[in-house]
């Protein structure tokens, strides 16, 4: 098979989204004499700049339809929670703090965290290979990973999933673009809003249609294909499904009435859950079942703050060597680290982690701080640089 050249608008993205929520707080951006010589705000300015600031972010870029915020910075005892615009543009429905939205990638800090939940009670083994707890799978291992001309999918280890130095390629944004800038996969599902999927078929349309970037082990390639498999561990570790093993281990115990798997479970009853877009296209009609355990979920900004709080003060696992372990980065080559499903970006003033999605979904914690941001612009193409120079401006 013909070895396609890897796309990185998946990791980029992150970069940028990343960068330009960190400006939200000031964090990065501006010279020392400039933020020296700044007044300080009162927590009534923090929040009524925030807010204007979403509404002017939804009101000025094409296409971005809504947008919610919550921040919490507990040294002021300050929390900032905002939305502005349309949830459902075509129903005129208002975006609120309390509308749900798909929160794509960030998904995939919460299936790391149970994963590492099983771990940490002795059912998975992170060194092992992934055949010993996907034996039943229906998966053609022999085939999973090629490369240069050698199979090494039965050497793949849940840790090599995890922090995405599997070699394996990612069916949503590798292979080439059509005149719209459509992956093969990504014109698949646009074609065929209400197809069902099942994780099998996002990983045997990697075998079919994509080649391997590495030997396991021997680079870092981001790729959903590793947390769909995960997701499939997940399941067969521990006899449930994962949109059960997730509210019973995660999502029930933080109090997360607002978020599950889309597509793999009823929708939840009540409230809105907002429309995401790429440029001018509605994904809301369309089925993204293929995303899973890699980027399914639906949530809110309330309840990914609960769970990256209860994370950060280590109210997840047993013991805080288990999450200490998902905080072990390594630099990908790319401005960025990554952990155990976890991001991490360095800045001047200390470190952010967390993870951030396709819809422009944002889980974060500044540690130094000790102040969370979470929320969504639910569009892919948000002009980064022009929310930025206006974050500035709020800033300075």
């Not at 870092?220 to 399941?235: C, K, Q, R, T, V």
């Not at 982690?353 to 130094?368: D, E, I, K, Q």
């Amino acid at each position: 098979m013909k070895r396609q050249k890897a796309k990185t608008v998946s990791t980029f993205h992150l970069i940028i989204l990343m960068t330009a929520f960190l400006m939200l707080l000031g964090v990065v951006g501006c010279s020392k004499d400039s933020s020296t010589n700044s007044p300080s705000l009162t927590n009534e300015q923090v929040v009524q700049k925030l807010q204007v600031l979403l509404e002017e972010t939804v009101a000025g870029q094409p296409n971005v339809h809504s947008a919610a915020l919550q921040v919490e910075m507990p040294g002021r005892n300050l929390t900032f929670k905002g939305a502005a615009g349309l949830a459902i543009p075509d129903d005129s429905l208002s975006m609120t703090i309390n509308s749900r939205f798909r929160i794509a990638s960030v998904t995939k800090m919460i299936t790391a965290t149970c994963i590492m939940l099983l771990k940490e009670e002795g059912s998975i083994n992170l060194d092992s290979s992934i055949v010993k707890y996907l034996s039943a799978s229906g998966i053609d291992f022999d085939k999973l990973h090629v490369y240069e001309n050698q199979s090494y999918g039965r050497l793949i280890t849940v840790y090599q999933l995890l922090t995405h130095t599997s070699g394996l390629p990612d069916y949503f944004f590798d292979g080439p673009v059509n005149e719209n800038g459509y992956t093969e996969f990504m014109q698949y599902i646009l074609d065929h809003p209400d197809k069902q999927w099942e994780p099998i078929e996002t990983i045997n349309w990697n075998i079919e249609h994509l080649s391997p970037f590495f030997a396991p082990g021997k680079g870092f390639h981001y790729s959903d294909a590793n947390y769909a498999l995960l997701g499939m561990i997940i399941e067969e570790v521990s006899g449930i499904s994962l949109p059960q093993f997730y509210r019973s281990r995660i999502f029930d115990p933080l109090n997360m009435h607002d978020t599950y798997l889309q597509f793999h479970e009823s929708d939840l009853p009540g409230g809105i859950l907002s429309h995401p877009y790429i440029g001018d296209v509605d994904l809301g009609p369309i089925n993204t079942s293929a995303d899973w355990g890699s980027g399914g979920l639906v949530s809110t900004a309330g309840d990914l703050t609960k769970f990256i709080r209860a994370f950060a003060d280590d109210g997840i696992f047993i013991n805080s060597i288990t999450k200490d372990r998902m905080l072990d980065f390594v630099n990908t080559g790319s401005g960025y680290s990554y952990g155990l499903g976890v991001i991490k970006i360095p800045f001047p003033e200390g470190v952010v982690w967390g993870h951030v999605g396709f819809y422009g979904s944002f889980m974060m914690y500044w540690p130094a701080k000790n102040i969370t941001i979470c929320g969504t612009f639910n569009q892919l193409n948000i002009e980064i640089e022009t929310t930025g120079r206006k974050i500035l401006q709020i800033v300075r």
